[in-house]
């Protein structure tokens, strides 16, 4: 059974940071590109960031700068680091893994932790 889990979500005041784990099980963990996604309310989900299965990373426009998404193939896990957090930051974050299997797309997703960006 495929498990994504995310941690490390919480209340911080504007310009504070957070460090959010996600650590994955049941899949071949370093075939996956992983990434960062977020949902604030009422609005579409939206991806934050991707690091590919050798370690490069990709970032929205927006937040590159502040974030950094990282992966350790040893741990199974990937995070991201959020500086200078805004209010306009506040949501709920996925972690997903996305991989080609013997041909077929595989997508997974964890159940999100929420951020709260407010002084």
């Known amino acids: 059974q495929v498990q994504l889990v995310e941690s490390g979500g919480g209340l911080v005041q504007p310009g504070g940071s957070l460090r959010l784990s996600c650590a994955a099980s049941g899949i071949t963990f370093r075939l996956y590109a992983m990434g960062w996604y977020r949902q604030a309310p009422g609005k579409q989900r939206e991806l934050i960031a991707v690091i590919t299965n050798t370690g490069s990373a990709n970032y929205a426009t927006p937040e590159k700068g502040r974030f950094t998404i990282s992966r350790d193939n040893a741990k199974n896990a990937v995070a991201l680091q959020m500086n200078g957090l805004k209010p306009e930051d506040t949501a709920v974050y996925y972690c997903?893994?996305?991989?080609?299997?013997?041909?077929?797309?595989?997508?997974?997703w964890g159940q999100g932790t929420q951020v709260t960006v407010s002084s």
């Open positions: 997903n893994a996305h991989g080609v299997i013997f041909g077929a797309e595989r997508d997974f």
